[in-house]
């Protein structure tokens, strides 16, 4: 059906295309003045993410825009879009070598899509970066003999043994690892080599576009003076560093990934069965819903064998499935006896528990499904 129109709309339609030209002039000024930031932050070395001129600046146009009318939401949604934006044209420029005489860096498992954001990164940062994947073992010795350090970036179960597999590494070559559970790999990294060992954990996946305010897991390993610089490197990226001993880390990877995983993979596995129809749930979906369909359907557009991974590498997995099943069991239960008020207790208790982060995840959550709305065309 066509749009129906008139002639004073279509007068007012020629102002507002008229002031769009305008904000992509005004648009085009920012983007170049940030271009120069981004040349002195790689001169520099500043982190190309600089939260506190961040907020002060987005307190200072929020109340500007109050002031005028505008809704203070409005200005902090277009700025931080800006600043994403900000972020991919920073990262491109490059960034400071910190550490000028290292060796190269070799990234094994280079070839993947994780090893590839790495390689990216510190090619940007100036390093030598090499790659071996699995086709170049043969030429390992060689790639490795003058190693300044070496990222181990493969698959979850692959780890430990690519680890055993290494050649002796130059005794102060840094050995890290990307891997999602920290304790296996971190033993056997100090196992096999006696210099400089660190466990990292990217949190984020291979599609993000530049590192500022993503997170990476810190785990020590040895000799941590010597590699001060990648930590520095990693936020001189964007991203913020958050330590923590690799027991905690693969204690909350089980609730956070594993168990998150698995759940989502049942309730896909259910709608499969079930013979839902998509099409259909979609037509009669809330944005909420339409998300949380995202969020499982997004689960199978990826490689299988990485999910099952991350589910089967933890040793404690089936306990907690078995924990979740008995918590369903107990729902299961309110519902069998149709004890409706069992129900609001239970729920009751789970808000207390959840305290101020239920409303703070409301709020935030009300506004991914606005920004989630925006992006929809029909
Ligand atoms: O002011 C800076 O440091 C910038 O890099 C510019 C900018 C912006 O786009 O305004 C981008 C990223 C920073 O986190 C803060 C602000």
Same mark, same amino acid.
């Given at each position: $059906?066509?749009? /129906?129109?008139?002639?004073?709309? +279509?007068? %007012? &339609?020629?102002?507002?295309d008229a002031v769009d030209q305008e904000l992509l002039q005004l648009l085009r000024r920012r983007l170049d003045l940030v271009a120069e930031v981004g040349a002195i932050k790689h001169k520099d070395g500043v982190p190309i993410y600089a939260p506190k001129r961040e907020a002060s600046?987005?307190?200072?146009?929020?109340?500007?825009?109050?002031? $005028?009318?505008? /809704?203070?939401?409005?200005?902090? +949604?277009? %700025? &931080?879009?800006?600043?994403?934006?900000?972020?991919?044209?920073?990262?491109?420029?490059?960034?400071?070598?910190?550490?000028?005489?290292?060796?190269?860096?070799?990234?094994?498992?280079?070839?993947?899509?994780?090893?590839?954001?790495?390689?990216?990164?510190?090619?940007?940062?100036?390093?030598?970066?090499?790659?071996?994947?699995?086709?170049?073992?043969a030429r390992a010795?060689?790639?490795?003999?003058?190693?300044?350090?070496?990222?181990?970036?493969?698959?979850?179960?692959?780890?430990?043994?690519?680890?055993?597999?290494?050649?002796?590494?130059?005794?102060?070559?840094?050995?890290?690892?990307?891997?999602?559970?920290?304790?296996g790999p971190l033993a056997a990294m100090l196992r096999v080599h006696p210099g400089p060992v660190l466990g990292l954990h990217p949190m984020f996946g291979p599609d993000v576009s530049s590192l500022a305010k993503q997170v990476v897991v810190v785990c020590h390993g040895r000799a941590e003076a010597k590699y001060q610089w990648l930590l520095e490197q990693i936020q001189i990226w964007g991203a913020r560093l958050h330590e923590a001993p690799a027991s905690e880390h693969d204690q909350a990877m089980q609730l956070v990934q594993a168990m998150r995983h698995f759940t989502a993979f049942v309730y896909g596995l259910h709608l499969k069965r079930e013979h839902a129809d998509i099409e259909q749930l979609l037509q009669f979906s809330s944005?909420?819903?339409?998300?949380?369909l995202a969020m499982v359907g997004r689960l199978f557009a990826q490689?299988?064998?990485?999910?099952?991974?991350?589910?089967?590498?933890?040793?404690?997995?089936?306990?907690?499935?078995?924990?979740?099943?008995?918590?369903?069991?107990?729902?299961?239960?309110?519902?069998?006896?149709?004890?409706?008020?069992?129900?609001?207790?239970?729920?009751?208790?789970?808000?207390?528990?959840?305290?101020?982060?239920?409303?703070?995840?409301?709020?935030?959550?009300?506004?991914?499904?606005?920004?989630?709305n925006d992006s929809r065309s029909v």
């Open positions: $059906m066509a749009e /129906p129109s008139s002639k004073a709309l +279509d007068g %007012l &339609r020629v102002k507002i600046m987005l307190a200072k146009r929020r109340a500007e825009a109050e002031a $005028m009318g505008i /809704p203070p939401q409005l200005i902090e +949604d277009l %700025l &931080r879009r800006m600043m994403r934006e900000s972020y991919i044209s920073e990262n491109d420029v490059g960034f400071k070598r910190i550490h000028p005489t290292l060796g190269p860096v070799v990234i094994v498992g280079g070839a993947g899509k994780l090893g590839q954001v790495f390689a990216n990164l510190f090619g940007l940062s100036g390093y030598e970066v090499r790659i071996l994947d699995k086709a170049d073992w010795p060689q790639l490795l003999a003058d190693a300044g350090a070496v990222v181990i970036s493969v698959p979850i179960e692959a780890t430990c043994e690519v680890i055993e597999r290494l050649p002796p590494l130059p005794v102060d070559c840094l050995l890290v690892d990307l891997t999602s559970i920290k304790q944005p909420i819903y339409r998300l949380e490689d299988p064998s990485l999910y099952a991974d991350i589910i089967f590498a933890q040793p404690d997995a089936l306990a907690r499935a078995r924990h979740y099943l008995q918590r369903y069991q107990e729902a299961l239960a309110l519902l069998e006896a149709g004890d409706k008020a069992g129900f609001c207790d239970s729920f009751a208790e789970v808000a207390e528990w959840f305290g101020d982060f239920a409303e703070q995840f409301r709020s935030e959550s009300a506004n991914m499904l606005m920004v989630a």
